[in-house]
Structures are given as C-alpha cells and as structure tokens.
C-alpha cells in the first residue's frame, strides 16, 4: 500500500532476486548521504524483506518500519502505530541498557545491529516526521498525538542515539527540531523523556542554540514546577557554558588574544545568560530550590510516583544503582542500632529508604542549579546577579544545609558508584561538593557581598580586630546587610574552614576548599579578614599539608601556597606564627624544596613574601623590627642572592609561545621584584646581574632576550582597554602607572640608558625585533 516512494527504482530490476544484504544496506546508506536513490526501509519489497530477514538477523525490524510507515500517512489517525513501536521498543531498549551498563565503552555498529539496523531503515527520520505533524498541519481540524505515542516516539529515539553516534549528530543539525522539543516541555507526561534527549543532542550540536529562539520560552519556564525546573537546568547548563572553559589555564594567552580580537560581539552563551536573567522570577526560583530542605519536598506517595518515572527512565539506571546501596547502608546501620528488637529495624528500613532517595534525589537537582548559578556569577551580569543572589538569601539558606546536606557525615565515601575509585567525580555526592566549593569561589571573589558568607557575631569580630589593631574598618563591612547574611552558630566561611582540616591528606577537595577560601581573601589586602583566619589555625593546617604531610599534588600544591600567598600578605603576626610553626632548618628546608619543586605552583607566594618583606623592612616598628631579625623566611628572601635566583628562574620557564593564564603570574611576579628593585634605585644592578648570570649558567642574551619579548608581549595584553589592571594594582599595591613606567623604562631602545635591557645584550646577541605572531 503506497510504500514505493519515490525512488522505487533505485534497486532496479536485481533487487527481486535475493541480492546479497550487503547491497541492500550499502544502496540504503548511499541514499541517505547523497538523498537519491533508496532512502528509507519502505521502498523495497515485503517479500525480499522477508526473505533476507533471517539470514541478516534484522528482527523484523524493517518489515515494522514499513507497516508504521503505512500507517502514519498524513490523513491517518496514528491508532494503529502505537502497537507497532511497541513492539520495536524492546528490542532497542535492550541494547541501550546493555551499553548504558556497560559503561559506555566504544560502541561498535556490530554490538548494536537492532538500533544500526532501526536507523538504516530510516526509523529515525521517520519518527522525528510523526512527532512534528501536527505542527506541520495546516487543516482545521489539528492532529493530535497521544502522550504515550510521542512518549515511545521520544524513548525510541534517546534509545538509538545512545547506541549510534552519528544519529544524535544528525539530529542536532536540524534546528526546527531541537526548537519544537522544547515545546513538548510543556506537557507534564512527556516532560523528563524529552528533557533527556534534548540533552544529549544539546551535547554533540556544533552551533550553541539560541535560548531567545525558543518559543514563549519565559511561559515554558514560568509553566515548570520545582523539578522539572531542577531538570531544565542541566539543559541550560550547555546554552550558557563558553565551550571551551574547561581547558581555560591550558590556552595560550596569544591564542586567547587573537581570538578576542575575531569575537567583537558577545558571544551566544552570554546571550543565553542574559535572556535568562530577563525571565521574570528565574532567579528566585533558583535559589528556592537550591536552598529548600529535604523535608519540604513533596510528600512520600507523590515522591514515589516521580521515583517510579525517573527510573523507568534509562540513565539512570546508575543513580537506582547508588540508591540501592544507600539504602541498604542505613539499613544495615539502623538494624545495627536496634537488634534488640528486629522488629523495629524492619518498620525504620521502610521508613527510612525513601528518605535516603530523597537526599540523593535532591542532591541531584542541587547540583544543576548551582552550576547554573555559578556560570551565572562569574559571566557579563556578574552584579546583577549577585544583587539578586543576596537579596533571595541564597548563602544563609545553604549554610542552613551545610550539615545535612551538602557535607553530611556518613555518605560521601560511601557512595560509590559501580566500582570507580572514592575520589571519581561521577558519585553526585562529590559533585554536589565540589559544585558548592565553586560557587563559594566565586562568589566571593573580588566581591564585597562576601561577607555574607559571615553570621553577624563572626561580622562584629571583625569590627573588633581592626578597632583592637586601630585600623578603620573595612566599607563593605560596615555596608554589609545584616538581615542577608548568615545565621546560626556558624557562617559557611567557618563552616568550609572546619572541614578542610578534617579532609583527609590526598582528598581531591582540598584543592577547591583552599580555592574558596583564597578567594575570601582576594582583592586589597585586609588585615582583619587575615587575622580572623589566622585565629581559626588556618596558618598552621597549610604548613602542615605543605611540610608535615609533604603534599605531592601539583593541583592542591599550587591552591595552598596563592592561599599561604593572601594569608601572609604584609601580617606580620602571620610572619611570626609561620617561624613558631616552622622551628627547624629541617622543617624550613622541607618548605623550601616544595617552593622550588615548582615555581609556576609558588609563584604567587614568592611574590607575596617580596612585597611585605619590601613593606616590613621601610617601617619603623619594634614588633616588625623583632620578627624581621627572627622570622627564617624573610631573612631567607632579604638576601640578594635569593631574590636574584628566583628572578632568573622566573623568566627562564615562560616563554611568550608558552604564556597561559596560569603562568603569566610568572611574568608579573619577576616584574614585582624589579620594580621594587627600582624604587630603591637597584635595577641596573638587577639587569648586570642578570646578564652575568647568564654568562655563568649558558650564553649571552638567552635570558634578557626572552625577557624582552615578554614583557614588550605584556604591554599588548595589559594595555588592552578590556583588560582589568585593578587585579594587579590591589594583589601588589603598587599603582598601575608604576607597573606601566617600569615596563616602559625596561623596554627603552636607548642602548646608553642604565635602566634599559638592551644596554645589557651584546649588539652580536640581540634577538628581538622579531613580532609574535599565532605559531
């Protein structure tokens, strides 16, 4: 019945006889590339189907796509289709389990020959032309399609792309697709199915989509309730995350630059947050969820049936798995607790199973929104956000979590997921975790709301510091809100603080809990934030990572020693704990082998111990007087030889090729060292010295060349309109004019001037007029 098609021909008079499969399957696939030919499974014959069948172990699957083909014609009512795709259902879905499970390794055609076979036949294209017809109907009279229609329709898809590549790929690239399944979002029962697989396409489309092109998007959203909102957010978390963040330290700043120079306008994902931030209410709701308490989730009977959807629901085959041994843990704890009574144990395990799903069910939506709160806060509305984030009390409401959710007691090393090791990212519980750790981070990060982070007797201990120090207190203490800021014995700065120190040495959070909290400390120097930490023994469990523990992590190395950095940073009652706690020339040449282990790890700390020893040493002070003659560490620094060793080495690993964003400091902090160096009117011995360095260690000009080239590559990145010089006026406080004086002075021409480089390169071992270009 009218299955011919168009290109009926293409197999031409041969395919009658029994054709080899082989050439059956290769004219399918050359019709689908070049569109002539035989293009879907409904063109060739019942009979030769039938026949080649058995032998091709096709499972029926071409002869049901051909009677769904039939049966979806445009004036059909769809009655008859569903009963045919259920029957196709099962054979896909049991290959998706299969590859779901088996951890998704490289998924051969050959393991998958249903969904291979199911694709070829032109399955795909023809479910996506069933679930778009009403859209395309012009009549009266709209088609309409059962919700358990598009439900297999939507199940069969997600089944073969999970199995396919090359369909997810194809079906990103057909916009007026992906746009409509945002529109099937609306209706409840299909909700999570089409959620899924809009996610999976979203994750393979080449071109980021434009969340303004999505029709009545503020209504969609207005239209969620709390979860499917929570769901909706691991979409958005691809519409508003720049595409290559990930590797953003690894890129080279002279790639990073030109780049900027193609990209004049905003690029779409900070489109995407901006058409966010304008759908009314978005926000609220956001921190609603991220804050609400696992007991104001819906009540158990409605929290099952959301279960039961959920797991029918393929991919999270893994989390059911999670549950499981979640629950059998409290069970076992709680028969534990109570074997006394066996009867007992029994009732609290069915209490209680539905409330460890409903942790880990939160936890799961926690994590969504927070990421997209995150991207949020560190993108182009970065103040408008956080005025929002304040005013909705977002920071109280997860502080008011912190124990029973996001760091609670027993779970985290517990929940293992199928045989990964402990620290593997894909437990929600350590993501939900390191998830937190980066919000912190940025929203602290050169942000006066930080202080909300703070409850108000910890906020009024600040106040006393500085009043007890006779220093005035900082603005955005004083301006901080009070009604918006922590409550509770604790603020989640003390909180986070409390935590690390019981972290386990090779704990993979120990690098995004210093970062947090570095990121407190960021921006001008404030010495009663420092000595509010100080006070808590913050000093002493870095030094005790550091030395005692002899951290080996490059990653946490580096995080411990910019927090050290910040921590010390012109305190000199922080000078003085560090000499209490690093006693012996033992202890003091463990710390130095982990400064020298890596500079591009310990530069910032280099930099820091520079600048307060430079402060230290022009004030007239008995107490700074005293721990200068004491300390190991400034000594150590105030010899000119050491300084003279660290700059050398500084410029010698960065090359301007190599700069990225997590080595440039290296640049910046050799500059720290010379422009005090100038201050005192010691730069061209700095510059003599440096050249007789080079004349011990290799041959003339290797280093001051280089050096010449980077610091003529830094007049081009820092005097860039763009980019912010405040950051490295309050990390040094030493004013951007100054660092652009001295640049300049260190770059003259004029071969006779004192303070020039060139004077200091032999005319025969001058090397650098050449200009960077992208190599």
Avoid at 241 to 267: F, I, R, V
Avoid at 727 to 742: A, D, Q, V
Wanted: aromatic share 8%; net charge neutral; charged share 25%.
């Amino acid at each position: 019945g009218g299955a011919g098609g168009g290109g009926g021909g293409g197999g031409g008079g041969r395919s009658r006889r029994a054709a080899p499969t082989t050439n059956i399957l290769a004219q399918l696939r050359r019709g689908q590339l070049s569109g002539r030919g035989l293009t879907r499974g409904a063109q060739i014959t019942e009979a030769l189907l039938k026949e080649r069948d058995k032998q091709a172990k096709w499972n029926g699957i071409p002869l049901l796509l051909q009677k769904l083909y039939e049966h979806s014609h445009p004036n059909s009512d769809f009655s008859q289709c569903q009963s045919i795709l259920k029957e196709i259902s099962p054979l896909l879905s049991m290959e998706a389990m299969a590859f779901v499970t088996e951890d998704r390794k490289a998924a051969q055609e050959s393991t998958f020959p249903n969904t291979y076979t199911f694709d070829l036949f032109g399955g795909v294209d023809l479910l996506v032309e069933i679930l778009m017809r009403p859209t395309l109907m012009t009549q009266k009279k709209k088609q309409k399609i059962s919700d358990d229609l598009i439900k297999d329709c939507l199940s069969i898809l997600y089944n073969t792309c999970i199995c396919t590549e090359g369909v997810t790929r194809r079906l990103a690239e057909r916009n007026d697709f992906v746009l409509f399944l945002f529109t099937l979002m609306t209706n409840k029962k299909t909700f999570l199915q089409t959620a899924t697989l809009i996610e999976d396409i979203l994750g393979v489309k080449k071109e980021m989509i434009q969340l303004d092109d999505i029709p009545n998007l503020a209504s969609l959203v207005s239209s969620f309730d709390q979860q499917q909102l929570a769901n909706f957010c691991r979409i958005l978390a691809v519409t508003i995350s720049e595409l290559d963040t990930g590797s953003d330290d690894k890129h080279t700043l002279l790639a990073k630059n030109a780049q900027q120079k193609k990209n004049l306008g905003p690029s779409r994902a900070e489109v995407n947050q901006a058409t966010l931030l304008n759908i009314p209410g978005f926000i609220e709701r956001l921190c609603k969820l991220a804050t609400r308490k696992v007991s104001e989730t819906t009540g158990t009977s409605s929290f099952l049936q959301e279960l039961e959807e959920w797991y029918t629901w393929l991919d999270n085959a893994l989390v059911l798995d999670a549950l499981m041994r979640v629950a059998n843990e409290e069970a076992e704890q709680s028969s534990t607790e109570s074997s006394d009574e066996s009867g007992l144990a029994n009732t609290s395990t069915r209490t209680q199973l539905p409330q460890s799903m409903k942790i880990m069910h939160e936890i799961m939506y926690k994590l969504e929104v927070l990421y997209v709160l995150c991207v949020l806060l560190m993108g182009r509305q970065r103040n408008q956000v956080h005025k929002m984030i304040a005013e909705f009390r977002l920071i109280p409401g997860l502080n008011n979590l912190f124990d029973k959710l996001i760091w609670r007691k027993h779970s985290a090393s517990a929940l293992v997921l199928h045989g990964h090791n402990q620290n593997c990212d894909c437990s929600p519980d350590i993501t939900l975790k390191i998830q937190f750790l980066r919000l912190l981070q940025s929203f602290s990060d050169h942000h006066e709301n930080k202080y909300l982070l703070l409850n108000s007797q910890e906020l009024n201990e600040l106040s006393a510091i500085s009043h007890k120090a006779n220093i005035p207190e900082v603005d955005a203490v004083v301006n901080t809100d009070r009604s918006l800021v922590c409550d509770g014995k604790r603020g989640l700065l003390t909180r986070l603080l409390q935590v690390m120190k019981k972290e386990p040495a090779e704990s993979s959070f120990r690098f995004w809990q210093a970062r947090a909290v570095e990121s407190f400390l960021r921006g001008t120097t404030s010495y009663a934030d420092q000595m509010f930490l100080l006070k808590r023994g913050l000093l002493e469990h870095i030094l005790y990572c550091i030395v005692d523990s002899e951290c080996k992590s490059r990653d946490v190395l580096q995080s411990y020693f910019d927090l050290l950095g910040e921590l010390m940073k012109f305190n000199i009652d922080a000078f003085k704990r560090f000499n209490k706690y690093i006693n012996t020339d033992e202890k003091f040449q463990i710390f130095l082998n982990q400064i020298n282990s890596s500079l591009v790890d310990s530069n910032m700390l280099v930099r820091c111990i520079t600048l307060s020893l430079d402060r230290f040493e022009n004030q007239s002070d008995a107490k700074v007087a005293e721990v200068l003659s004491e300390c190991r560490l400034l000594s150590y620094m105030s010899q000119m030889s050491m300084r003279m060793s660290f700059l050398f080495r500084l410029i010698n690993i960065i090359h301007v090729q190599t700069l990225t964003q997590e080595n440039v400091s290296c640049l910046n902090t050799s500059l720290v060292i010379l422009m005090l160096a100038r201050r005192k009117e010691k730069l061209p011995f700095y510059l003599r010295t440096l050249q007789q360095m080079e004349y011990t260690e290799k041959y003339p000009g290797f280093i001051l060349n280089n050096f010449h080239s980077l610091l003529r590559f830094w007049q081009q990145h820092y005097l860039n309109k763009d980019k912010d010089s405040t950051c490295l006026e309050n990390s040094s406080c030493i004013s951007f004019t100054y660092w652009k004086e001295t640049v300049s002075i260190l770059l003259s021409p004029d071969r006779t001037s004192p303070c020039a480089i060139v004077s200091y390169i032999d005319e025969a071992y001058m090397d650098i007029d050449r200009d960077f270009s992208e190599e």
